[in-house]
């Protein structure tokens, strides 16, 4: 009797177990991956918010603010993030918000996505002495904060970014402590200025920049404005920072921009916007007093640096 | 009296130096026009300083290579990488002055007294001026044995160098730990061999009393 077997399978035909496994996954990812290809997925939809720009304040390039990063999880180099931040999976992603709150919830990255977001254009100044202006989209923190009911042991916030060692080649330098750890006092962070950023020239954050979720207080040092959040935790003690970790002479808990208190090591009372030639006089609170200084009223901020 | 020239021929041997060490200053340049730097002066900062470091360790590395068995020729060249040392540190200063400061005497007074790291480099750069006008066959000649003295405040020069670095350096200290190593390397085989030649000159010969091994 003649049986007819099947034509021997080509190895490079069998789909492989873990794709098979995965395989709604797998569709979905070619489906976003098409979408994707067109911007129309990756352009978040907003409105114009606050920027209180100056005239002389024009936005710096997306090349420039997406190849000039300090982000030491993928590297201590300025060019490292732009390199080697493309592996860091973004999804799923999830911000559990904690602490010192009536309703702790962890927050699906795409829920956060649904926010109202606005466009905030602000001048963003390095403590090394440089800075740029950067259109971020994003919505503040306070809209969220307020969703949780923060509790009256609510005085400060701290915030922790993802601690990913085999996405972040970076880690293994152990040049700070990890997680990176942020904080802000509780009238810091519901400040209407405070952001939490999602996107970035209308588009979602790109990986180097602190996707999918970063903050950014624009009044501050950039190194405060922590990227790729994972954390926010409502406390009543000050907060541990990475950077006050790791010199606690140099870098303070407020870091607020301020030409008149030096760095040990080198004068902050000007910096060179990236793109011009000539050095800028640095402004109090980075040019956003006029919101922020009551904050400090009546604080040493030559102490409290 | 004139050395004879062993191979390979020394002309020859110094134009490829002269060539290769011009290639960083022509990169620098390279990237800066073609807009690839994003802070140009930084970047400019960076690289210039970098090389002046890179060329300090060359020149201090002849005379140990030479002790270690490096043909002998390689002295002829440790003038000119001493002078590229300091081409490459008038570079970095004159970006410092004019692109980064923009001849700002109060800004740059200022930095030097009050900021260590620039102390360092700015007395450090002070410090390898005499020595690169005294690098002549002429001077060689009229300082005569003072010439060496003279020229050892280039260990002074490399370890400010360092030090300057190593100062500025906001977190990753990987570059200019690497850079104190070799130095430490250079400048402790120096001592080992002077300590080494201060003990063999008290030593009482050991032939003279018979003590061959």
């Not at chain 1, 399978?9 to 797998?26: C, D, G, H, K, V």
């Not at chain 1, 978040?44 to 209180?52: D, E, Q, R, V, W």
């Not at chain 1, 810091?188 to 920049?209: C, I, K, S």
């Not at chain 2, 090389?51 to 490096?70: C, D, E, S, V, Y």
Request: proline share 7%; net charge positive.
């Amino acid at each position: 009797m003649l049986i007819r077997h099947p034509e021997d399978i080509a190895p490079s035909e069998i789909t492989p177990l873990r794709t098979y496994l995965n395989r709604r996954q797998f569709m979905l990812a070619g489906a976003a991956g098409l979408l994707m290809a067109s911007d129309a997925f990756a352009a978040l939809s907003f409105k114009k918010g606050i920027s209180a720009l100056a005239a002389n304040d024009k936005p710096n390039s997306l090349n420039d603010i997406t190849h000039y990063n300090n982000y030491y999880e993928f590297g201590s180099d300025k060019a490292d993030p732009a390199q080697y931040a493309g592996v860091l999976k973004t999804r799923p992603w999830n911000v559990v918000v904690d602490g010192a709150v009536e309703k702790p919830r962890a927050f699906d990255i795409d829920t956060l996505l649904r926010m109202p977001l606005e466009e905030r254009i602000y001048r963003h100044r390095c403590v090394e002495g440089w800075s740029m202006v950067i259109p971020w989209v994003g919505f503040p923190l306070a809209a969220l904060l307020k969703q949780m009911k923060p509790t009256s042991k609510a005085r400060y916030v701290a915030f922790e970014t993802l601690s990913r060692p085999s996405e972040m080649p970076g880690m293994a330098e152990g040049l700070l402590a990890w997680p990176y750890r942020e904080g802000l006092r509780i009238d810091e962070a519901m400040h209407p200025l405070t952001l939490l950023a999602v996107g970035l020239y209308g588009n979602v954050l790109p990986n180097q920049n602190g996707a999918p979720i970063r903050l950014v207080v624009p009044w501050k040092y950039g190194f405060k404005s922590i990227k790729s959040i994972v954390r926010i935790h409502l406390t009543d003690t000050p907060p541990q920072t990475s950077w006050n970790l790791a010199a606690p002479n140099e870098y303070g808990f407020y870091s607020n921009v301020n030409p008149g208190v030096d760095h040990p090591r080198w004068s902050q009372a000007t910096e060179r916007r990236i793109g011009e030639f000539l050095r800028r006089p640095t402004l109090m609170f980075n040019g956003y007093g006029g919101q922020v200084a009551s904050l400090y009223q009546g604080m040493d901020l030559r102490k409290n640096f | 009296m004139a050395h004879p020239i062993s191979n390979p021929p020394l002309a020859v041997v110094k134009t490829l130096l002269f060539v290769l060490a011009l290639i960083p200053c022509a990169r620098t340049l390279l990237t800066v026009i073609q807009g690839q730097a994003i802070d140009p002066v930084a970047f400019m900062t960076h690289a210039t300083g970098d090389w002046t470091l890179i060329f300090l360790m060359l020149t201090l590395a002849i005379t140990p290579l030479r002790r270690l068995g490096a043909p002998g020729w390689i002295v002829r060249l440790r003038r000119m990488l001493g002078l590229f040392a300091f081409f490459y540190g008038c570079l970095h200063f004159a970006i410092y002055l004019v692109l980064d400061q923009f001849f700002n005497p109060a800004a740059i007074a200022h930095d030097v007294v009050k900021r260590p790291f620039i102390t360092a480099g700015f007395t450090a750069l002070l410090l390898m001026t005499p020595l690169a006008i005294t690098s002549t066959d002429g001077w060689i000649r009229r300082l005569k044995r003072h010439w060496a003295r003279l020229h050892r405040l280039v260990y002074a020069v490399a370890l400010l160098g360092v030090v300057h670095y190593w100062w500025l350096v906001k977190r990753d200290l990987r570059q200019p730990i690497l850079f104190a190593a070799i130095l430490a390397v250079l400048l402790g085989l120096r001592l080992i061999w002077a300590v080494h030649r201060r003990w063999q000159a008290k030593k009482p010969c050991p032939s003279r009393h018979g003590l061959v091994n």
